[in-house]
DNA sequence: CTCCCGATAT
DNA sequence: ATATCAGGAG
């Protein structure tokens, strides 16, 4: 693979989708970690909908540890895998209290050290929350096009980030993510790729394939 | 590797 | 009915 194609696939992206952004709701980086750990195999959309009447009753990490689980659980049901986020969640938020002054840590290792959280959740909070770059966040959108396109042949997410670390300009890390997360949802899907309606067709390996 | 898990698209 | 959805822990 060379270098040359990924900064192709880059650029036809960014034209594809200008001014792209995450499409998870948050005016902080806590409610960002939290909205990130709710998204766990979970569409983004029922996401929004649980943390718009969430983040109006959890305003700080102290919200989170004084209420019951129990309650917690049924604040964020609909969003599957609820006992674990829960659980995480409150978890979390007793450390950041305890440890961060109830502040959100700004880099990789307190980060990736908070139940619930690896190094993709880490990745999402650390490029958008705070500007910070330290590696490529490998979602199931990010894994499946990689392969697709090629860059990489790994399905190991940590492998699949170390091939695109050594692919991807350091300054595009970010917004790499956010692209193949707007494409892999509206063109490059995961049952039924639109192959044809795909701006990435030409270079693509996969594309035949899929029709 | 398995488990966690509701909601939606196919 | 089954696959999949901004995953992570044991």
Known sequence: MADETVNEIIRLLKKEYPGVRIALHHSNPLELLVSTI???????KRVNEVTEKLFKKYRTA??????SREELEKDIYSTGFYKNKAKNIKKLSAILIENFNSQVPDNMHDLT???GVARKTANIVLSNAFGKVEGIAVDTHVKRQSLRLGLTVNKNPGKIETDLMALVP??????FTLLLIHHGRRVCKSRKPMCGECVLNSLCPSAFSFG
């Open 113 to 115: 050290a908070l139940p």
């Open 38 to 44: 709710l998204s766990a195999r979970c569409t983004d």
């Open 62 to 67: 102290q919200d989170y540890v004084n209420v």
């Open 170 to 175: 350091k300054s595009d890390w970010g917004i």
